[in-house]
């Protein structure tokens, strides 16, 4: 099988590289320099386009793992966010219709399209009320994959990420944790510690993305990708430290950060269907985390 991964130098993107380049044919492409991978297409990062991509080479799947990945930035940078999560999913798919109708199109999408819940745990049915310019742009990119399935049959799927870590993320919650901590002993967070999220080490996320190529429909299908596990803020902090630094002291701001929705857990029965089965608990996947933390970087 011929695979695209775009985005392949991200978080997801590259983890996907590494996994599927076992089995299959895989083509990279990414906004960086890149002289010496074989296989790679270089698009601009300011004005994407696809066509040459997709006109020089017939896939059998396209994985999106490219677009933002910040609520903070995309609340300082909207129109950047809106181009890279919306204009190019709209642009990938367009370029699909014209040279590749029969690629399957994987779009990484988010919980954040979500927003604050009406009922735990999410399912793929609760009602989309994103409270950040990211969660809105990943819904209106799901509603073009949508519009792409309807009038053009492309075969399609959205997958909403849940709160992913792992080897190679240099944002979010551990990275935030890991850096705060080189300075100082005493940490602290927003939020009261008792927000909760659904976490999910990147090779669970790699092997839902292979369960969902191997067995769903692309009738604009849509997945929750997360463990199904409600978990504090102040007790995975504290789980990192524990195998990082246990002599840190964790405080939290009692303020609540703009755009962070404040309880998440998935319904996980729709991946489950697939046969996915988490392999990595949360303390297993800290524990590779730490050990690239202390290793390369």
Known sequence: MKILIIGSKGFIGSHCVSYFSANHDVWQCDIEVDYTTSNYFQVDATNADY??????????????????ASVPDSIKNPQRDFMLNTVNVFRQLDAIRKYSPNCKYIHMSSAAVYGNPKYLPIDENHPLSPISPYGIHKKIA??????????YHLKTCSLRVFSAYGEGLKKQLFWDLY??????????????????????C?????????????????????YNIANGEELKIKDVAQTFFDIYKPEVVIEFQNQERKG??????????????????????????????????KEDV
């Open 142 to 151: 799901e509603e073009i994959c949508q519009s792409f399935y309807d009038n």
């Open 51 to 68: 066509s040459d991509v997709f006109q020089q080479q017939t896939f059998d799947v396209c994985i999106n793992c490219s677009g933002a």
């Open 179 to 200: 850096k705060k901590a080189q300075t100082n002993n005493t940490v602290s967070l927003y939020g009261t510690g008792n927000e909760t999220r659904d976490f999910i």
């Open 260 to 293: 962070d929705p404040i309880n998440w857990v998935a319904d996980t029965k729709k991946i489950k269907n697939l046969d996915f089965i988490s392999h990595i608990s949360l303390k297993e996947g800290l524990t590779k985390y730490v050990k690239w933390l």
């Open 202 to 222: 990147v090779s669970d996320v790699v092997y839902a993305i292979d369960g969902v190529i191997k067995k769903s429909n692309f009738k604009h299908d849509i």
